[in-house]
Structure formats: structure tokens, C-alpha cells
């Protein structure tokens, strides 16, 4: 009745029988979240902060085993930081800036991220799932200690749903058997293959692009690789026809190598033919564990909506996309971090639902800048025409020589946070200031004294006035937005003229919960600044 | 005189690159050679330039 698909790297949630499956007739809960990987995780993390009742289930007991992710955005940790458990995640992951790519065998050209000063957090770090997934539990039980009302239940697996106009009945199996529940507010976390989906009868539709890939991850003291990220393209040892070699923690490094797409995927996952490549690759004689291995197919696939009605799809069930350029998990945490504001504002009856359908459009367009910075890394690393290839293999040749060819090589253009650029809940721009913090965009992080922008800004409504006179508090359509009043006398490192000001010598900004820019104006305008309000929350 | 510009010079460069690629989807392999002589041709007449254009040969030769 219970059979795992995957092992598990630890066992956190084990399954207790809850005296909701001898309720006489099903209980209801406010949330239900299908799936406990990252993405349902941290949707417990955010509703339950918020006081929201929150129920996860998962059919595993878990964290599963095998890394998969390895590599954690600077947007993703900053959200992981506002649910509080952001620096464990940077204490132990690896930082790194360095990316160097091979042609062939040689070197042509070095990178370096150069992350800009004056962020919290690092532009990218490596650490392996089962650690992210960890922290994000540690917390949830944190949370739990300290009264939030979030409950995660281990084997148990939603096996079929109905969904009514203001409901969901949801049917559970569990080692107990089977029992039933209802749930205001469904949201489906349950990864790629979401079996919620097909329950529904939905599509999801893209590319499956025509190779394989080979991971494992090694243990191995070297000090020959230091902590960069390595790129061959067509590498002569053979090992794979490119080959990505990335560190983690612990002495493990990610191998990647790209194995073609008539593969016999058992014959290739025996422990000797892993071995023959890496041996290929990193000479004779070098002494390395293998620790995980799997072998992956690129999709870049998505549904058409993330809403139905009172069902939600976040993360990989709702989108995915091929790994170069890591935009997995760390798209996942941008869809929780717009959800979960607007599905707590509707449950407290703050806003309409139609503010939920925003959700819809803003990761849509998320979903679809990742599938198509994703999809043209996929092309250039697999190339598919004759010419295709050429074309690649002539920037490579010239990348090597030739500065202007460097930009060109696309080896995964790493993830950055999505700007909602047109969403409805944007008023229009206002100020002739910096770009990047226009309506839509995540707010870029600042250093306050000893502290950041970011985590005063916290997950509410906010009015950051930068040398602007406002009311410190305004109600509008039932809710109240704050001020956070700064001066340009207090930014020592001029990061925050540099983001927020530009040429101008004040602002206004109002900023959503998910610390994205819904307005921002020269100086305070009532009018302006309660329609703008009104607007953030679908009322508008 | 201008110089070859060999640092980079087009903003969106994964754009330009996909609308490259775009141009020559579904062509046969002799078809995207002739597209791709006309495109160098359109170039070179877009630059004018005699010099320039001389570096850029060189430049595509991988000679120094
Ligand atoms: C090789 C590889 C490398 C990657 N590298 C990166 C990277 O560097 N950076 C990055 O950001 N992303 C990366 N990713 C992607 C990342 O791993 C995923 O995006 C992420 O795990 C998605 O999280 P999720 O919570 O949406 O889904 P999942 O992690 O798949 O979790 C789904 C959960 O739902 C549960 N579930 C399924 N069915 C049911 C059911 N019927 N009832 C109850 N529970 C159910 C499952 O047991 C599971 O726990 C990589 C992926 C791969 C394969």
C-alpha cells in the first residue's frame, strides 16, 4: 500500500495517526498543502507566520535522498530569511563567485559574478537539498514550539480530490487506511510528476528536450578544484559530451555529465560504468565515494494557469524547467512568496479573490522569463541542427580570444528575481528613478547601519519614504500600511541613493508584503498613494 | 577611423542570439549557409568601413 519512490536522507514527519480519521464526518481545514518538499514547506513557513492554519501532507516521512538542487539564489535566501531560517542556510552552504568554462580541453574564458555590495545574503550558494529542505523543517517545528497553528503529516497521500465551488474533499490513504478531509483552500506542491494534476485532468505542456544527464555526486579531498563552478564543452576524456563540475559542502562535488539521449539508463547507473566516466574525467588514481547518483531528461514544461478555482499549484507541479541555470526551487520560493501574502490577505478577508488571480499572472510571467532563459541555455549547451552547432562551437572558438564573444556562451544564465512588469496590481511609475526598483521589481537589499534594508521591511505593507514627509501610518480599505522613513543622511555606502533614489533627492515607495515595488512616487500624494493601495490588493 | 569593436556591444545578447537561431530553424544545412553569406554580407555593407572590415576577417580567422 505504501511504497516509497525515493529513500530517505532523513526522517523528520513520521506518521502518527491524527483523530481527524476517526472524525464521524470530514474535518475541515482552512489550508491544505499537498506535498512537503521545499515549495510545500515553505508555504506552511509563510501562512503559518501569518497565523493561518496550515496542513501539509506528504506520502513520505521526509527529506528525500539525493541533493537534485545545489544551488540556492540570493532571492531565495532572503525569502528563506524573512521565514527565519535564511542563515543556518548560509552557514553551511558554499559561497562562490568564480566560474571558469573549457572548450574542448582548454580554458577559454573565466568569469566572475562580482556580486554587488551592501546585500544580506550572497548572490548564490551551494548546498545540497536535503540540508535546504532541513533548515526549512528546523524552523517548522521552531514555528510550531512557538504556537504557529502548522501541522505536517507523514504518510499520508492524497489519492483523489473533488473540487467544489467553495471547497476541496480531499481522499487520504494512510497505514491506517484511508479517511477524508476538506480543505477551504487546496494548494498542490507535489513536485513534477504532481499527481493533483492528472487527478484534475490538466495539462502541462512545453519541451522534452532529446539528452541525458548523468549526476553524481563524489566525495573526494582535492584541492586541485577549488570552489568555482567548471564548464567543458565536448571535454576529450569522453566522460560525457560536456561535463559541469560544481562544490558543495562536505567535500562533495556535483558531476554533470551530458550522456545523449539513446542511453540504457541501467546499464549507465551501474555503480562501474559511473566510475568509468569519472575515471575518465578525473584521471587515474584519484580516490572519491560516490554519494548519489540519477540520470535526468531536460522538460521545460508548464500549465496553463496556477489557479483553478480553490486549488493552487506552486513549484515544479506548476512549472519546470531544465536545471542549467537553477531556476527549479528557486523559482518554487518565488511562488510562495506571492502567494502567501495574497491567500492570507483573502482567508482574513482583507482583499477579494480575484487578488488571487494576480497570482496567476505575476508567476506565469515568472514561469515563462525561467522556461526561456532555461530553454535557450539547453539549446546552446545541446545544440539541436547542424547549424545550431556551428554557430555555438563559433562563439566557443572565439570566446576564447575575443571579449565580445564571452557574453554569448550560455552555460545556464543563473537565476534572478522576476520583475512583474504590466501586473495589474502595479500603479504606473511615478518617479524617473533607478530601473531596477521600478513598479514590479523585488526591492534590491541596502545596508542600514548594522542591519539591511530587507529585513526592515519585514511582510507587511510598506510606505519607505526616503527624505519624503508622509503620515507614519495609513488605513485604507482595511488595512494599514506603515512607514519606514529613511534619509540619505544614514546611507553611508550610498547603496540606497544608487537603488531607490537615482537623480532625485526623495521618494516614496510602497512596497507589498513579498517586498516587491507596487508604486513609487516622487513625494506623498494621498490620492495617489490610497488608489496605489487599493490596487495592491485586487480593489482597484 | 573607427576600430573593431571586439568588447560587447549588443545589449539583450541572449536575445539577439535566440532570434539568430530562430532565422535559421527548419532550414536545410545548404539553405542556412546561404543565409548566413547574406547575412555577412548585409553586415559588412552596414559597417562600410575598409579597415574595419579587414580587422573583423582577421579577427573571424583567429589570427593575430
Ligand atoms: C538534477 C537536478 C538538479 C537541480 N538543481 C537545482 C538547483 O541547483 N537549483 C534549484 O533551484 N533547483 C534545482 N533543481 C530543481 C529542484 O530540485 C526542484 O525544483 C524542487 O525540488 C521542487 O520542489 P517542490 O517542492 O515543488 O517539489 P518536490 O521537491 O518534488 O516535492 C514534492 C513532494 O510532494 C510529495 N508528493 C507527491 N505526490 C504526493 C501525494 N499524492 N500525496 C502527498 N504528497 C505527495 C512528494 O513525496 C514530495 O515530497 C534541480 C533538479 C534536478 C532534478
Same mark, same amino acid.
Given at each position: 500500500?505504501?511504497?516509497?519512490?525515493?529513500?530517505?536522507?532523513?526522517?523528520?514527519?513520521?506518521?502518527?495517526?491524527?483523530?481527524?480519521?476517526?472524525?464521524?464526518?470530514?474535518?475541515?481545514?482552512?489550508?491544505?498543502?499537498?506535498? +512537503?518538499?521545499?515549495? +510545500?514547506?515553505?508555504? @506552511?513557513?509563510?501562512?503559518?507566520?501569518?497565523?493561518?492554519?496550515?496542513?501539509?501532507?506528504?506520502?513520505?516521512?521526509?527529506?528525500?535522498?539525493?541533493?537534485?538542487?545545489?544551488?540556492?539564489?540570493?532571492?531565495?535566501?532572503?525569502?528563506?530569511?524573512?521565514?527565519?531560517?535564511?542563515?543556518?542556510?548560509?552557514?553551511?552552504?558554499?559561497?562562490?563567485?568564480?566560474?571558469?568554462?573549457?572548450?574542448?580541453?582548454?580554458?577559454?574564458?573565466?568569469?566572475?559574478?562580482?556580486?554587488?555590495?551592501?546585500? &544580506?545574503?550572497?548572490?548564490?550558494?551551494?548546498?545540497?537539498?536535503?540540508?535546504? &529542505?532541513?533548515?526549512?523543517?528546523?524552523?517548522?517545528?521552531?514555528?510550531?514550539?512557538?504556537?504557529?497553528?502548522?501541522?505536517?503529516?507523514?504518510?499520508?497521500?492524497?489519492?483523489?480530490?473533488?473540487?467544489?465551488?467553495?471547497?476541496?474533499?480531499?481522499?487520504?490513504?494512510?497505514?491506517?487506511?484511508?479517511?477524508?478531509?476538506?480543505?477551504?483552500?487546496?494548494?498542490?506542491?507535489?513536485? @513534477?510528476?504532481?499527481?493533483?494534476? /492528472?487527478?484534475?485532468?490538466?495539462?502541462?505542456?512545453?519541451?522534452?528536450?532529446?539528452?541525458? $544527464?548523468?549526476?553524481?555526486?563524489?566525495?573526494?579531498?582535492?584541492?586541485?578544484?577549488?570552489?568555482?563552478?567548471? $564548464?567543458?564543452?565536448?571535454?576529450?576524456?569522453?566522460?560525457?559530451?560536456?561535463?559541469?563540475?560544481?562544490?558543495?559542502?562536505?567535500?562533495?562535488?556535483?558531476?554533470?555529465?551530458?550522456?545523449?539521449?539513446?542511453?540504457?539508463?541501467?546499464?549507465?547507473?551501474?555503480?562501474?560504468?559511473?566510475?568509468?566516466?569519472?575515471?575518465?574525467?578525473?584521471?587515474?588514481?584519484?580516490?572519491?565515494?560516490?554519494?548519489?547518483?540519477?540520470?535526468?531528461?531536460?522538460?521545460?514544461?508548464?500549465?496553463?494557469?496556477?489557479?483553478?478555482?480553490?486549488?493552487?499549484?506552486?513549484?515544479?507541479?506548476?512549472?519546470?524547467?531544465?536545471?542549467?541555470?537553477?531556476?527549479?526551487?528557486?523559482?518554487?520560493?518565488?511562488?510562495?512568496?506571492?502567494?502567501?501574502?495574497?491567500?492570507?490577505?483573502?482567508?482574513?478577508?482583507?482583499?477579494?479573490?480575484?487578488?488571487?488571480?494576480?497570482?496567476?499572472?505575476?508567476?506565469?510571467?515568472?514561469?515563462?522569463?525561467?522556461?526561456?532563459?532555461?530553454?535557450?541555455?539547453?539549446?546552446?549547451? /545541446?545544440?539541436?541542427?547542424?547549424?545550431?552547432?556551428?554557430?555555438?562551437?563559433?562563439?566557443?572558438?572565439?570566446?576564447?580570444?575575443?571579449?565580445?564573444?564571452?557574453?554569448?556562451?550560455?552555460?545556464?544564465?543563473?537565476?534572478?528575481?522576476?520583475?512583474?512588469?504590466?501586473?495589474?496590481?502595479?500603479?504606473?511609475? #511615478?518617479?524617473?528613478?533607478?530601473?531596477?526598483?521600478?513598479?514590479?521589481?523585488?526591492?534590491?537589499?541596502?545596508?542600514?547601519?548594522?542591519?539591511?534594508?530587507?529585513?526592515?521591511?519585514?511582510?507587511?505593507?510598506?510606505?519607505?519614504?526616503?527624505? @519624503?514627509?508622509?503620515?507614519?501610518?495609513?488605513?485604507?480599505?482595511?488595512?494599514?500600511?506603515?512607514?519606514?522613513?529613511?534619509?540619505?543622511?544614514?546611507?553611508?555606502?550610498?547603496?540606497?541613493?544608487?537603488?531607490?533614489?537615482?537623480?532625485?533627492?526623495?521618494?516614496?515607495?510602497?512596497?507589498?508584503?513579498?517586498?516587491?515595488?507596487?508604486?513609487?512616487?516622487?513625494? $506623498?500624494?494621498?490620492?495617489?498613494?490610497?488608489?496605489?493601495?487599493?490596487? @495592491?490588493?485586487?480593489?482597484? | 577611423?573607427?576600430?573593431?569593436?571586439?568588447?560587447?556591444?549588443?545589449?539583450?545578447?541572449?536575445?539577439?542570439?535566440?532570434?539568430?537561431?530562430? #532565422?535559421?530553424?527548419?532550414?536545410?544545412?545548404?539553405?542556412?549557409?546561404?543565409?548566413?553569406?547574406?547575412?555577412?554580407?548585409?553586415?559588412?555593407?552596414?559597417?562600410?568601413?575598409?579597415?574595419?572590415?579587414?580587422?573583423?576577417?582577421?579577427?573571424?580567422?583567429?589570427?593575430?
Amino acid at each position: 500500500m505504501f511504497d516509497d519512490r525515493y529513500t530517505l536522507a532523513y526522517k523528520r514527519y513520521p506518521y502518527k495517526k491524527s483523530a481527524d480519521q476517526d472524525a464521524a464526518t470530514p474535518v475541515r481545514h482552512p489550508v491544505v498543502v499537498m506535498g +512537503g518538499g521545499p515549495v +510545500g514547506v515553505a508555504t @506552511a513557513l509563510d501562512l503559518g507566520r501569518q497565523g493561518i492554519p496550515t496542513l501539509v501532507l506528504d506520502d513520505h516521512e521526509g527529506v528525500g535522498m539525493g541533493s537534485r538542487a545545489i544551488c540556492f539564489a540570493k532571492r531565495c535566501l532572503e525569502v528563506a530569511g524573512r521565514y527565519g531560517c535564511g542563515k543556518p542556510m548560509v552557514d553551511k552552504g558554499v559561497v562562490w563567485n568564480i566560474g571558469k568554462v573549457f572548450n574542448k580541453d582548454d580554458q577559454v574564458f573565466e568569469f566572475n559574478l562580482l556580486p554587488e555590495e551592501g546585500h &544580506e545574503y550572497p548572490a548564490f550558494i551551494n548546498m545540497q537539498q536535503p540540508y535546504y &529542505e532541513s533548515f526549512q523543517l528546523d524552523r517548522f517545528e521552531e514555528l510550531q514550539k512557538d504556537g504557529a497553528p502548522i501541522e505536517i503529516r507523514g504518510k499520508n497521500r492524497v489519492d483523489s480530490v473533488e473540487v467544489h465551488d467553495d471547497y476541496v474533499t480531499l481522499h487520504i490513504m494512510t497505514p491506517d487506511g484511508p479517511y477524508t478531509l476538506e480543505a477551504e483552500w487546496l494548494v498542490g506542491c507535489d513536485g @513534477a510528476a504532481s499527481p493533483l494534476r /492528472t487527478m484534475l485532468d490538466l495539462d502541462f505542456t512545453g519541451k522534452v528536450f532529446q539528452d541525458s $544527464f548523468l549526476i553524481a555526486d563524489i566525495k573526494m579531498k582535492n584541492d586541485n578544484f577549488p570552489t568555482e563552478r567548471w $564548464f567543458w564543452f565536448e571535454p576529450s576524456h569522453g566522460g560525457g559530451a560536456s561535463t559541469l563540475l560544481h562544490k558543495q559542502p562536505d567535500d562533495v562535488w556535483r558531476v554533470d555529465f551530458q550522456i545523449g539521449w539513446d542511453v540504457d539508463r541501467k546499464e549507465e547507473m551501474k555503480e562501474e560504468n559511473i566510475r568509468r566516466r569519472l575515471d575518465a574525467f578525473l584521471g587515474e588514481g584519484v580516490q572519491y565515494d560516490m554519494v548519489w547518483s540519477s540520470i535526468y531528461t531536460f522538460q521545460c514544461k508548464r500549465m496553463d494557469s496556477f489557479r483553478h478555482g480553490r486549488v493552487f499549484f506552486a513549484g515544479d507541479a506548476a512549472h519546470q524547467v531544465s536545471p542549467f541555470g537553477a531556476r527549479g526551487a528557486n523559482s518554487g520560493m518565488q511562488d510562495v512568496d506571492n502567494l502567501g501574502w495574497k491567500l492570507g490577505m483573502v482567508i482574513r478577508g482583507e482583499a477579494p479573490e480575484s487578488l488571487l488571480d494576480s497570482y496567476n499572472d505575476e508567476r506565469i510571467h515568472g514561469a515563462d522569463e525561467n522556461i526561456l532563459n532555461s530553454t535557450r541555455s539547453t539549446d546552446f549547451i /545541446t545544440p539541436k541542427s547542424e547549424m545550431s552547432r556551428l554557430l555555438r562551437d563559433a562563439v566557443l572558438d572565439l570566446s576564447e580570444k575575443h571579449e565580445f564573444a564571452r557574453p554569448m556562451v550560455n552555460s545556464g544564465r543563473l537565476s534572478v528575481p522576476c520583475t512583474y512588469d504590466g501586473s495589474p496590481l502595479n500603479s504606473s511609475d #511615478a518617479l524617473d528613478g533607478p530601473a531596477r526598483s521600478r513598479p514590479g521589481s523585488v526591492c534590491p537589499d541596502a545596508p542600514l547601519g548594522d542591519d539591511f534594508l530587507l529585513n526592515k521591511l519585514g511582510d507587511k505593507f510598506i510606505l519607505l519614504t526616503i527624505d @519624503a514627509d508622509a503620515p507614519d501610518v495609513i488605513e485604507e480599505a482595511g488595512i494599514q500600511v506603515t512607514r519606514l522613513a529613511l534619509s540619505t543622511t544614514d546611507d553611508k555606502s550610498g547603496a540606497l541613493r544608487e537603488r531607490y533614489l537615482g537623480d532625485n533627492d526623495k521618494a516614496v515607495y510602497l512596497i507589498r508584503p513579498d517586498q516587491h515595488v507596487a508604486a513609487r512616487r516622487p513625494s $506623498f500624494d494621498e490620492n495617489q498613494i490610497r488608489a496605489a493601495i487599493r490596487r @495592491a490588493i485586487g480593489k482597484e | 577611423m573607427t576600430d573593431l569593436i571586439l568588447t560587447p556591444n549588443i545589449d539583450g545578447v541572449d536575445d539577439f542570439y535566440a532570434e539568430l537561431l530562430a #532565422a535559421h530553424e527548419g532550414l536545410s544545412k545548404e539553405d542556412s549557409d546561404a543565409l548566413n553569406a547574406r547575412l555577412v554580407l548585409v553586415l559588412a555593407n552596414h559597417i562600410g568601413d575598409r579597415a574595419v572590415l579587414s580587422k573583423a576577417l582577421k579577427a573571424a580567422q583567429l589570427s593575430d
